[in-house]
């Protein structure tokens, strides 16, 4: 009854990743639920995994996991915390296994068979965890533990309150009626979530644009060609060229495309994401999920889901959150501004003979740029190989962290294009590291990490297995894959996860890794993006593909100066959606029409026209295709507020970002500690002091009075 088995819908987190509410399911027959064998520990048999299996494989895991426990709930010993919180924690093994298996192919090998799968099964999978959390005998067991916690360890204080709390936020302490109305919605909001999920999906799917002449390419860098050729052979259209509508393949078509009649083709595809009006459309579901959020929330004794979602958050309050979104917005609209008069005055010049619009920004910005900076990034995408990146990575994480990385070749994945390290430290086996790069039909978009295993070592050592999965365009055959400098750092963001969950060195599985609060979850990751501009990256691993010579130190110096360019795009585009999401929960129980609201509210707030939300109301995965970041996207500027106050730290240690004694004190009080201190608790700890939001400021640009 670990984390992954039983908490989808109460709201919980499974690692760090944002996989549909399906993915955090529990199993069946044959390999799925069989435990793992081999070497490390085991290892998920993703050689022998069959789609139809799915079903059966996740009503016996369920099965199981009810009688396990019954087993523990029915005890007519005494409660204590090894017979019911030990116990807990020993149960939900087959849940773990099938939940990982179903999770890969969920958000990586989607089918039409699988989906069929997962439209059936997530309400019962809700039901089955509505049914564990609603145990009113089991959570009498828990509770009397809980209260008696004074005498347990640390650790084992915290494991109890945690699912003390679990149960309490997912209605233990209710009347029969409304435990039964929280399952209802519960189940009605797991549908949903996969309704949702899946539509996305479709139009990420079927809405390629394919570009059949030269003048079509006009302004695309060869890489960017080679990928979209790649790309349409990919879906039997070869010899011409695909635009997917995904992130990874409009940005840099947005970017480059001089033709600007196919750039606003390519944004509006993009931008209109689950919001066509069609059988595909998200709108009815929004209207849904949101209306159900808020009637559980009041159920669960809270005025919005916002209030209910952030009371165990780092900010605790939707209030604080806003407040820090709100002290930031100004300044990033003002940037907005300036950048674009910057833009129209080139646009003028070129006598181009149109006002910027939303498919011009990262167009012009480009020539702002260069016009500024003389940088152009088609100068720095040649030196960003992706597996030179990710060897400068696996060099970095060894300097801060002691860990050596080993690729092998001898255990089954899901894909061909999956590759596997060994990870050690001083020696030791540490975990396994998997490593999913390229996009494909079926994989829904953007980049994640997920645990496959978390670590343990209450009974035995267990040591973690964890993935990073991107959407990066295949090249041609023997050619190396580059990628840009946003994406570069988006690779070594979503590292961060990972080395996060190789770090853990807790008791219980519950309380490792990742398994922390949504708006904590991302500081480990955010500051793991600070090793990528280091001179020791760069200089080592930034090479030329056809030359080998590293990146110029020029072009360095260049890249820090403009490190502050486009970050009222960039601060606006997430903080408008993260705002967004935060005023829609905390709208209350009233009928809301999403583009209507979302339309109406950034205008309030003042939104430039120029640019719209990173991901549109009617596209938002992570709030609308699982409770995940519902009420909670802005955990990425509070987790960056953290983060750079941390690298500010750094670099002002004798060390720098390789400062040993500062890298020590990250790992002892943050990167290996999990959930089993508050994280409150543990940022004093580290840092000696609440946060400072000065370095976050001073690091995009902004007035910090």
Do not use: C
Not at 59 to 67: D, F, G, H, Q, S
Not at 124 to 150: C, G, M, P, W
Not at 168 to 193: C, H, M, T, W, Y
Not at 655 to 678: F, Q
Request: avoid cysteine; charge should be neutral.
């Amino acid at each position: 009854m670990k984390r992954r088995t039983f908490l989808a819908a109460s709201g919980a987190t499974i690692a760090a990743s944002t996989l549909p509410a399906a993915a955090f399911a529990q199993g069946s027959t044959g390999a799925i639920t069989a435990a793992w064998t081999g070497p490390y520990g085991g290892v998920p048999a993703f050689d022998k995994i069959a789609v139809a299996d799915f079903k059966p494989a996740l009503e016996l895991a369920m099965k199981t996991e009810r009688a396990e426990i019954d087993a523990i709930a029915d005890s007519k010993a005494p409660p204590t915390f090894e017979n019911t919180i030990a116990a807990l924690e020993r149960s939900g093994d087959m849940g773990d296994r099938v939940g990982t298996f179903y999770g890969v192919w969920s958000g990586t090998l989607s089918t039409p068979e699988l989906r069929a799968i997962e439209k059936e099964m997530s309400p019962r999978l809700s039901a089955h965890s509505d049914e564990t959390l609603q145990n009113e005998k089991l959570f009498k067991r828990i509770e009397a533990v809980y209260e008696a916690r004074a005498k347990l360890t640390p650790e084992q204080q915290r494991l109890s309150w945690l699912y003390w709390n679990r149960f309490v936020r997912a209605g233990a302490r209710l009347s029969p009626a409304d435990k039964k109305r929280v399952a209802e919605i519960n189940q009605e909001l797991a549908g949903l979530f996969t309704s949702f999920t899946q539509n996305l999906l479709a139009d990420e799917t079927d809405y390629v644009l394919y570009l059949r002449t030269e003048s079509e390419l006009a302004g695309l860098p060869d890489d960017v060609r080679a990928a979209a050729a790649a790309g349409a052979k990919d879906r039997g259209h070869e010899g011409e060229w695909a635009i997917l509508n995904t992130r990874s393949s409009m940005d840099p078509f947005l970017t480059y495309s001089t033709r600007r009649d196919l750039r606003e083709k390519v944004w509006r595809t993009y931008y209109s994401r689950g919001d066509n009006g069609d059988a595909k459309d998200n709108n009815a579901n929004i209207k849904k999920i949101l209306k159900l959020r808020v009637e559980r929330a009041k159920l669960l004794g809270h005025p919005t889901h916002a209030h209910w979602r952030l009371e165990n958050a780092m900010a605790k309050t939707p209030e604080a959150a806003m407040a820090l979104m709100l002290r930031v917005w100004p300044s990033a609209i003002a940037r907005v501004k300036e950048e674009v008069a910057e833009m129209q005055a080139i646009a003028d010049r070129e006598k181009a003979g149109h006002r910027i619009e939303p498919w011009d920004y990262r167009f012009y910005a480009e020539k702002v740029r260069a016009d500024r900076y003389d940088l152009d990034m088609n100068a720095v995408k040649p030196y960003m190989q992706l597996e030179k990146l990710r060897e400068g990575m696996f060099w970095a994480a060894g300097q801060v962290y002691g860990f050596q990385f080993e690729q092998i070749s001898n255990l089954p994945v899901a894909h061909p294009d999956i590759r596997v390290w060994e990870v050690k430290r001083d020696g030791k086996h540490q975990g396994l590291w998997y490593f999913d790069p390229y996009a494909r039909a079926g994989k829904r978009s953007g980049a994640w990490m997920n645990a496959y295993r978390d670590q343990e070592k209450f009974d035995k050592p267990v040591t973690t297995i964890v993935s990073n999965n991107s959407n990066f365009v295949k090249g041609a055959p023997g050619e190396p894959v580059l990628i840009s400098w946003d994406d570069a750092e988006t690779m070594f963001h979503e590292f961060g996860h990972a080395i996060h969950g190789l770090n853990s060195d807790v008791a219980y599985p519950s309380l490792s890794g990742t398994a922390v609060a949504r708006d904590y979850v991302e500081f480990p990751s955010q500051i793991n993006e600070h090793w990528l501009p280091t001179p020791q990256v760069l200089n080592t691993y930034a090479l030329h593909h056809k030359t080998g010579k590293p990146i110029p130190a020029e072009l360095v110096e260049k890249l820090e100066k403009a490190s502050t360019f486009r970050q009222g795009f960039e601060v606006t585009e997430y903080l408008s959606s993260a705002i967004i999401d935060m005023k829609l929960h905390l709208a209350g129980d009233v009928d809301i029409d999403p583009d209507a609201f979302e339309r109406e509210e950034l205008a309030k707030l003042g939104m430039p026209s120029e640019l719209v939300m990173r991901h549109r109301t009617p596209q938002f995965q992570h709030v609308f295709a699982s409770d995940g970041y519902s009420a909670g996207y802005y955990s990425y500027l509070w987790s960056e507020t953290l983060a750079l106050d941390v690298v500010d730290a750094f670099k002002r240690s004798p060390g720098g970002m390789y400062d040993k004694p500062m890298a020590a004190k990250l790992r002892a009080n943050v990167m290996s500690i999990g959930n089993s201190v508050d994280p409150e608790i543990a940022y004093r700890k580290l840092m000696g002091r609440d946060v400072d939001v000065k370095p976050y400021l001073r690091n995009k640009g902004f007035p910090t009075a």
